[in-house]
């Protein structure tokens, strides 16, 4: 029992493994959560609290929680569950998919900040932004009319 719960924290950070495929284990991380543009956006926005909270309580408890190392993938299926709660229809799952992945590698402004952050905070905090910012551009779109 103690061997089980000594590997859960490890487990979640790469969410079941899935950060241990190769290449690019974030993109993979990302794409595990779309199914759930299938179902209600506020399934996705409590998908996303879940996955925040649930990886800030795994990083915490691992030996790299200092640091991010790229099997650590947990926050991309955080990040990605909040920018697929304002994706409307499927352009907007393609453009949530695009635009969060796109602002989780090129950390523009905030998410640049965050990804700064030390910690379990700084490891979660980066994709949790990155998310928000797709999202607003999601939100953005779909109040003009285009998506």
Do not use: C, N
Request: proline fraction near 7%; hydrophobic fraction near 65%; charge should be negative.
């Amino acid at each position: 029992m103690a061997a089980v719960i000594a590997a859960a924290p490890r487990a979640i950070a790469s969410l079941g493994g899935i950060g241990f495929l190769r290449p690019a284990p974030g993109t993979w991380g990302s794409a595990v959560v779309l199914p759930l543009a299938l179902l209600p956006g506020w399934v996705a926005l409590l998908a996303a609290l879940i996955f925040a909270v649930a990886g800030y309580w795994a990083v915490a408890r691992l030996p790299e929680a200092g640091q991010d190392p790229g099997w650590i993938v947990v926050d991309e299926a955080a990040g990605q569950s909040l920018a697929l709660a304002a994706a409307g229809g499927w352009l907007g799952v393609l453009l949530a998919f695009a635009l969060f992945r796109a602002f989780d590698i090129l950390k523009p402004g905030p998410v640049g900040w965050a990804d700064r952050q030390h910690g379990p905070f700084g490891v979660m905090a980066d994709d949790l932004v990155a998310g928000a910012l797709a999202a607003a551009v999601l939100l953005l779109l779909a109040w003009v009319g285009i998506a």
